[in-house]
């Protein structure tokens, strides 16, 4: 069983959420990152969405674009990242890892060998938003030849019958996007998210992890009533954006808003129990 | 003279594919909520394929509000000067709005009435496109929003301000590198957003499937009327086609329906900016390699590691790091050839065409013809060249008076 099966396996025999946070690799530097990623851990999080910097990060609202920025002005390249989890590995061996960004850097490296060496250092799954299940079969093979879950988006706009094809070719969990437009837009409707896992949930057994909009501890709590995993990123990297200079504001910050969320979930698991 | 020439297919005309790729290229790299959206705008440009009044309703446009058929001129007297080929400059600076981009955002537009869309939004390097998408909304009575990177909104002023007499919203993209493929990023941004009424009117033959297919096919009026127009001057074929390329719309749009003329040479000029050995450019074709941006794989300019890297040409029509995925296959199995002019090249044109012929030609358009001051005196004077002038040049006065120290 990957790590992210077993992830989501074990929080659902103790009837627990998942958290997943996210954030831009090499940002605000590259030495933050595993720091950072150790940090989240600790505050709460169950698997990390790593992202990994692209030039122009189309579905990307502002607050992550920034982020993107602000680690390409370091040059943080794909294979920077895959070092980045080698180090967190070090010291971390159960929090599963998962790989966040565009095809090109991807495509550029090389499916074989990116399969290869993400596997080598210990990733876990990969999200490349700008490839729908129709364009995704060479990448998938190596991917599941090298034991990666491919994690593919869907989407309010989601017929069934892309539903479908959506589950078929991902593994480890589906990622919904919770509204139409960019991450961090403020558009969270939870009644509409609810409906959609629904109809999502007779199609697939795989884990539904919701992302877009959730920004703080009640949305978060709010989604993890009907979601497998709750997916935050923009509200982090804020966080990030407006500490940059000052690496432990950043963890505290950081800490302060995953602790939140993390507690509020759990809440909300308990009661629910 | 040696052209590429390549009898591998039986017929050049039958990509993309139903997938929308043509070879390796093209295809739909888009994320999972713009997926439906194509989905449908597929089946609305299918139908419309088949529907006779749309056909009837688009040529009408074409013929009474565009102005069309675009004459094609002789330049006799360009010709004589550069002592070679024939060339004929193929009018689309004539088309109202100034630029063949009319061609594609007439036939886009209809689609969007035809699918109830209220909404129009667009990217825009030159602002041709730009301009032409809030023409056929003010016509059309639609809501258009058009992103343009704030770096070109500073170098094409006067097509800013015709935008908004046009009732057209103008957002300056400031992200990246705050040209042309940002504003592209953006206007992604906003669709993905606005899906449910919004119909995104792309200007070039590139971004996922069905767009590079149904731009082209807009777009391919200019390439049929040039080959009836020349064998009516000349009796025969042309023996080479020259046309600019940034996303390569014009280009296409003339080279298309010659693409089974084995006997006709193609030329595609990119922007060599300030050469190609500087690194600042905008010539994929010349010198990128394939990547995947914008819902395509394409050729793009790029780094080691992927990230799309920043471009540079003179001309706001041609700074863009992709390219059709169209002209990528071409490239691939030889058809068309991709050359480079650099910014002192194409000014060179540009003064050229204006001092002898009277006409002032759009500063992408110089690129093309720039090489045809190359080709021409290297052919025979019975051979004839088609270059497609494919815009106007009152839009650069700016930039071309800045660039020689003029204070207008």
């Not at chain 2, 040039?226 to 719309?249: F, K, M, N």
Request: one cysteine or more.
């Amino acid at each position: 069983m990957s790590r992210i099966a077993s992830c989501f396996a074990e929080l659902k025999t103790q009837g627990r959420k998942a958290l997943i946070p996210y954030i831009t690799a090499g940002d605000p530097q590259p030495q933050a990152t595993v720091e950072l990623m150790h940090s989240l851990v600790e505050a709460g999080a169950d698997l990390l969405e790593l992202g990994v910097p692209f030039s122009d990060p189309m579905a990307d609202g502002p607050a992550i674009q920034a982020a993107c920025e602000r680690a390409l002005v370091h040059h943080v390249s794909l294979h920077d990242v895959l070092e980045m989890v080698a180090e967190f590995r070090k010291i971390n061996n159960h929090t599963p890892v998962i790989l966040m960004g565009y095809l090109n850097p991807v495509e550029i490296m090389g499916y074989k060998t990116f399969a290869q060496q993400a596997d080598k250092v210990g990733v876990d799954g990969l999200l490349t938003v700008d490839l729908p299940p129709e364009e995704s079969h060479d990448l998938v093979e190596e991917l599941n030849q090298n034991g990666i879950d491919p994690i593919f988006l869907a989407a309010p706009t989601s017929t069934a019958e892309r539903l479908e094809k959506i589950a078929h070719a991902g593994s480890g969990f589906l990622y919904y996007v919770s509204f139409k437009g960019v991450t961090g837009a403020n558009a969270l409707d939870v009644d509409s998210v609810a409906k959609k896992l629904n109809q999502i949930r007779q199609i697939t057994p795989l884990p539904v992890g919701v992302g877009f909009g959730i920004r703080d501890a009640e949305s978060a709590a709010q989604i993890a009533r009907v979601a497998d995993a709750v997916v935050v990123g923009s509200a982090i990297v804020k966080q990030i954006a407006a500490h940059a200079n000052d690496m432990q504001k950043i963890k505290i910050e950081v800490t302060k808003l995953v602790g939140s969320m993390r507690a509020a979930m759990d809440a909300m698991t308990r009661q629910a129990a | 003279m040696t052209v590429a020439k390549k009898k591998t297919q039986p017929s050049f005309n039958e990509l993309p594919d139903e997938n929308g790729h043509f070879g390796r290229y093209g295809g739909r790299f888009v994320a999972e909520t713009l997926m439906q959206a194509l989905d449908e705008l597929e089946e609305a440009y299918e139908n419309s394929k088949q529907d006779a009044n749309f056909q009837a309703e688009f040529d009408r446009d074409l013929a009474d509000y565009v102005g069309r058929p675009s004459p094609l001129y002789f330049a006799e007297r360009w010709s004589r000067e550069l002592g070679g080929a024939q060339i004929y400059l193929k009018r689309e600076d004539l088309n109202h709005t100034g630029a063949h981009k009319v061609n594609n955002t007439i036939g886009q537009a209809l689609l969007a009435k035809r699918m109830g869309k209220t909404r129009i939004i667009a990217e825009t390097g030159a602002g041709q496109h730009g301009v032409a998408s809030a023409t056929v909304a003010a016509r059309l009575g639609l809501e258009c929003v058009v992103y343009m990177g704030a770096e070109d909104i500073e170098r094409q002023a006067p097509n800013v301000y015709r935008m908004k007499l046009l009732g057209a919203k103008v957002v300056p993209v400031t992200s990246g590198s705050a040209t042309l493929k940002d504003a592209l990023n953006e206007a992604m941004r906003d669709w993905v957003t606005n899906i449910d009424n919004t119909f995104y009117i792309i200007g070039t033959v590139a971004g996922p499937h069905p767009y590079p297919e149904m731009v082209r096919n807009f777009q391919t009026v200019i390439g049929r009327e040039a080959r009836e127009q020349i064998q009516r001057h000349t009796g025969r074929l042309p023996d080479a086609l020259i046309a600019c390329v940034g996303g390569g719309s014009n280009a296409i749009g003339l080279f298309y329906p010659f693409l089974n003329d084995d006997s006709v040479a193609m030329y595609g000029v990119e922007a060599a900016g300030e050469g190609l050995n500087t690194g600042h450019h905008a010539a994929p074709l010349c010198a990128g390699s394939p990547g995947v941006l914008h819902g395509n794989r394409t050729y793009l300019m790029e780094d080691k590691d992927g990230q799309i890297i920043p471009t540079h040409s003179i001309s706001a029509g041609l700074d863009y790091p992709g390219v059709g995925p169209e002209h990528a296959w071409l490239k691939d199995i030889g058809r068309a050839k991709y050359v480079a002019i650099s910014d002192d090249e194409a000014m060179t044109a540009f003064h050229s065409l204006t001092r002898i012929e009277g006409i002032i030609p759009a500063l992408e358009s110089s690129h093309a013809l720039s090489y045809a001051m190359k080709l021409a005196p290297q052919m025979k004077q019975d051979e004839t060249i088609v270059v497609n002038l494919s815009g106007r040049g009152d839009k650069d006065i700016n930039t071309v008076a800045k660039l020689e120290g003029i204070q207008l």
